[in-house]
């Protein structure tokens, strides 16, 4: 079992910046695919940013590209995902995910993952 609990949500204006972490426990934590996710009121959830265990191979939502960086610290047991210059749109509950098995391509999949945290509120003001 891993238990997954998020941090850093928070209120920031329109080209500001968030760093949310996700702190980890339970198992072996740098085998496992970490993946942010986001869901904004009336729409489905969305993939946002995934890191492979070593931390070599990240995944980015084309919307946030260049702007979002997902890293983790194995040590800590802990995956980041910095957000600069924030839209509105990017406004959104922000979870964390993790699972054990995910073939390579499959990452962006929010079924793939087994593992989730409570959510953290992102809000982006205009």
């Known amino acids: 079992q891993v238990q997954l609990v998020e941090s850093g949500g928070g209120l920031v204006q329109a080209g500001g910046s968030l760093r949310l972490s996700c702190a980890a426990s339970g198992r072996t934590f740098s085998s496992y695919v970490m993946g942010w996710f986001r869901q904004a009121p009336g729409k489905e959830r969305e993939f946002v940013a995934a890191i492979r265990w070593g931390g070599s191979m990240t995944y980015y939502a084309d919307s946030v590209k260049g702007r979002f960086t997902i890293s983790r610290d194995n040590a800590k047991n802990t995956v980041y995902l910095q957000m600069n210059s924030l839209k509105p749109e990017d406004t959104a509950v922000y979870y964390c995910?993790?699972?054990?098995?995910?073939?390579?391509?499959?990452?962006?999949?929010?079924?793939?993952?087994?593992?989730w945290g409570q959510g953290t509120q992102v809000t982006v003001s205009s």
């Open positions: 995910a993790a699972d054990q098995y995910i073939t390579v391509g499959f990452q962006k999949r929010a079924d793939r993952y087994t593992y």
